[in-house]
């Protein structure tokens, strides 16, 4: 399974985010009713202000705060190099990221978990709302599907069952990966944000899940997980 892709053109990517305000009642009025109304379907009885910790979900209400992003490497064995952009400021991690995908071939695959239903379309709304152009790697408007290179290992799972969802925890369990949810998962990510202030233990979390997936890709393929010495974290949010 998928041995046709050259691993060394792919790029895993994962992203965090977080709500855009530390509470909902730090959310502008108008943004409080249209809040109500895009959430009353999920939300059912539950306050909307109540609710207002899973407005990270929701790129119109929340922001990304971190992008890792991992290649694979050659050498004697396969490895893989991770490096993350984080930031307070969301357009300055958009503009950094960004600035590494314009500089690669825009052939480039990207990669992630769920990343067509969540990661790609997400930094494409915000790119769009902060006012960034695009790289030609998430350009898809007026493609056809089979022209979008987009790798999602969730997808893949499916092998067309499009009803079922399956978790980079799970995955990683079944293929005896080591976990990435050994301190935070995705429902803590605003708590740890807003409240903590720890932006670096979100970014190690996202870089968790970058290893993951690129370790379940591995799995796909019938390949050997990449040993903990051929992986590299690059230092430094630039």
Same mark, same amino acid.
């Given at each position: 399974?998928?041995?046709?892709?050259?691993?060394?053109?792919?790029?895993?990517?994962?992203?965090?985010?977080?709500?855009?305000?530390?509470?909902?009642?730090?959310?502008?009025?108008?943004?409080?009713?249209?809040?109500?109304?895009? %959430?009353?379907?999920?939300?059912?009885?539950?306050?909307?202000?109540?609710?207002?910790?899973?407005?990270?979900?929701?790129?119109?209400?929340?922001?990304?705060?971190?992008?890792?992003?991992?290649?694979?490497?050659?050498?004697?064995?396969?490895?893989?190099? /991770?490096?993350?952009?984080?930031? @307070?400021?969301?357009? =300055?991690?958009? %503009?950094?990221? %960004? $600035?590494?995908?314009?500089?690669?071939?825009?052939?480039?695959?990207?990669?992630?978990? $769920?990343?067509?239903?969540?990661?790609?379309?997400?930094?494409?709304?915000?790119?769009?709302?902060?006012?960034?152009?695009?790289?030609?790697?998430?350009?898809?408007?007026?493609?056809?599907?089979?022209?979008?290179? @987009?790798?999602? %290992?969730?997808?893949?799972?499916?092998?067309?069952?499009?009803? @079922?969802?399956?978790?980079?925890?799970?995955?990683?369990?079944?293929?005896?990966?080591?976990?990435?949810?050994?301190?935070?998962?995705?429902?803590?990510?605003?708590? /740890?944000?807003?409240? =903590?202030?720890?932006?670096?233990?979100?970014?190690?979390?996202?870089?968790?899940?970058?290893?993951?997936?690129?370790?379940?890709?591995?799995?796909?393929?019938?390949?050997?997980?990449?040993?903990?010495?051929?992986?590299?974290?690059?230092?430094? $949010?630039?």
């Amino acid at each position: 399974m998928l041995e046709q892709y050259d691993l060394h053109n792919i790029l895993i990517i994962d992203i965090e985010t977080v709500p855009q305000y530390s509470s909902h009642d730090q959310l502008p009025e108008n943004l409080q009713k249209l809040w109500e109304l895009k %959430t009353q379907y999920q939300r059912k009885d539950e306050p909307a202000d109540a609710y207002y910790e899973r407005a990270g979900i929701w790129a119109e209400f929340g922001k990304i705060v971190c992008i890792s992003a991992g290649i694979f490497t050659a050498g004697k064995s396969t490895g893989l190099r /991770v490096k993350s952009f984080a930031s @307070h400021d969301e357009k =300055e991690l958009l %503009t950094k990221f %960004t $600035n590494l995908l314009f500089s690669q071939p825009a052939n480039l695959i990207l990669c992630a978990h $769920n990343g067509k239903e969540f990661d790609f379309p997400y930094i494409c709304r915000r790119l769009l709302i902060n006012g960034m152009p695009f790289p030609p790697q998430l350009q898809i408007a007026g493609k056809k599907p089979w022209e979008v290179i @987009h790798l999602d %290992t969730m997808e893949l799972w499916k092998f067309g069952d499009h009803k @079922h969802y399956t978790s980079l925890n799970l995955l990683s369990a079944i293929f005896n990966i080591p976990t990435s949810k050994d301190d935070i998962d995705g429902s803590d990510v605003g708590r /740890v944000y807003w409240q =903590e202030n720890q932006l670096e233990r979100i970014c190690t979390y996202c870089q968790k899940d970058v290893i993951v997936t690129a370790q379940l890709l591995r799995r796909y393929r019938g390949e050997e997980l990449i040993t903990d010495d051929c992986i590299t974290i690059v230092g430094g $949010n630039a």
